[in-house]
């Protein structure tokens, strides 16, 4: 039995990561500012990660670590540093003062291009000090993450559900089910695998932007008509986000510039090997249980 620690747990991917982790075997303990409902085979840490104490009482006793936690989306360059770099750098110290070698660190192939936005360089700068590190550590670089639980793909649902998809710019992307990552996260987390960065997928050659919006218009049994957006259109409905919605805006110039680069597919050459890992959700059935989801939580 291994002890994991990690953060994020509360979020979508690290929910899953939990659900895979106990139903393996393994111990968890687990990162969260609010207190949780009590879990057999979770104990929940409170605190987070600007607190040095919670992350020594999180690692204590542990295997090894999965850093899941970051911030997606924020206002600033100083929101995105708070939150992935920092939050790293602090993470691996508390793992060294805890004799936890084993670390694995979540994050996203936004790190491969860190010119183009804030979030890419934030990840970019993470991966930088999680290398630089004596431990035994993972780099696990996410394409687009959907799933049942996941909210952040819901509004191409609902638009593929009346029939035409937003998009921007023609491009290709790579996905994975959130359930193939978590079981990603896990083997990297008990096995003795080298130093390196992976880039995981569904096992296909990518998706373009106008293919991937009629699978998920098959998932929801309609016929979709892809419509790509110039980026120019897509920063001023950024500029109009913030005006509306303020710091909570979805929509930002940080997201619009990565949305509208042309190739977001994994690198084939840091797949993971056959051996640890491998995809078991096809994408077509993984869109049909997301918006079965939906449905039954009356978001669709």
Same mark, same amino acid.
């Given at each position: 039995?291994?002890?994991?620690?990690?953060?994020?747990?509360?979020?979508?991917?690290?929910?899953?990561?939990?659900?895979?982790?106990?139903?393996?075997?393994?111990?968890?303990?687990?990162?969260?500012?609010?207190?949780?409902?009590?879990?057999?085979?979770?104990?929940?840490?409170?605190?987070? @990660?600007?607190?040095?104490?919670?992350?020594? %009482?999180?690692?204590?006793?542990?295997?090894?670590?999965?850093?899941?936690?970051?911030?997606?989306?924020?206002?600033?360059?100083?929101?995105?540093?708070?939150?992935?770099?920092?939050? #790293?750098?602090?993470? +691996?110290?508390?793992?060294?003062?805890?004799?936890? $070698?084993?670390?694995?660190?979540?994050?996203?192939?936004?790190?491969?291009?860190?010119? @183009?936005?804030?979030?890419?360089?934030?990840?970019?700068?993470?991966?930088?000090?999680?290398?630089?590190?004596?431990?035994?550590?993972?780099?696990?670089?996410?394409?687009?993450?959907?799933?049942?639980?996941? +909210?952040?793909?819901?509004?191409?649902?609902?638009?593929?559900? %009346?029939?035409?998809?937003?998009?921007?710019?023609?491009?290709? +992307?790579?996905?994975?089910?959130?359930?193939?990552?978590?079981?990603?996260?896990?083997?990297?987390?008990?096995?003795?695998?080298?130093?390196?960065?992976?880039?995981?997928?569904?096992?296909?050659?990518?998706?373009?932007?106008?293919?991937?919006?009629?699978?998920?218009?098959?998932?929801?049994?309609?016929?979709?008509?892809?419509?790509?957006?110039?980026?120019?259109? +897509?920063?001023?409905?950024?500029?109009?986000?913030?005006?509306?919605?303020?710091?909570?805006?979805? @929509? #930002?110039?940080?997201?619009?510039?990565?949305?509208?680069?042309?190739?977001? $597919?994994?690198?084939?050459?840091?797949?993971?090997?056959?051996?640890?890992?491998?995809? %078991?959700?096809? #994408?077509?059935?993984?869109?049909?249980? $997301?918006?079965?989801?939906?449905?039954?939580?009356?978001?669709?």
């Amino acid at each position: 039995m291994t002890v994991l620690a990690l953060t994020g747990g509360t979020g979508f991917v690290g929910a899953r990561l939990i659900d895979a982790a106990l139903a393996a075997g393994h111990q968890v303990r687990a990162l969260a500012r609010r207190p949780q409902p009590e879990r057999l085979g979770v104990t929940w840490i409170a605190g987070a @990660l600007d607190d040095a104490p919670a992350l020594d %009482r999180l690692l204590a006793g542990a295997d090894a670590a999965i850093h899941v936690a970051g911030v997606v989306n924020a206002a600033d360059r100083a929101g995105f540093v708070a939150g992935n770099v920092e939050g #790293t750098r602090a993470m +691996l110290a508390a793992a060294a003062r805890a004799d936890v $070698t084993r670390f694995v660190h979540v994050s996203s192939l936004a790190a491969r291009e860190p010119g @183009l936005s804030d979030y890419g360089w934030s990840k970019a700068e993470a991966e930088r000090l999680v290398a630089a590190s004596p431990l035994a550590w993972t780099i696990v670089r996410p394409p687009g993450v959907y799933g049942p639980g996941d +909210l952040e793909q819901l509004e191409l649902f609902r638009m593929a559900r %009346r029939g035409v998809v937003m998009l921007p710019p023609p491009g290709r +992307l790579s996905v994975i089910a959130v359930d193939d990552l978590a079981a990603l996260l896990l083997a990297a987390a008990t096995g003795d695998g080298p130093r390196t960065i992976y880039e995981a997928d569904d096992g296909t050659d990518g998706w373009t932007h106008a293919g991937f919006a009629r699978a998920i218009g098959a998932a929801v049994g309609r016929r979709v008509l892809p419509l790509p957006l110039p980026r120019a259109l +897509l920063s001023l409905v950024a500029r109009g986000d913030r005006l509306v919605r303020g710091a909570g805006a979805k @929509l #930002t110039p940080d997201r619009v510039a990565m949305y509208c680069h042309p190739d977001w $597919t994994v690198d084939p050459a840091r797949r993971p090997p056959a051996s640890l890992w491998r995809p %078991r959700v096809a #994408t077509p059935q993984g869109l049909a249980d $997301t918006a079965r989801w939906y449905r039954a939580n009356g978001l669709l």
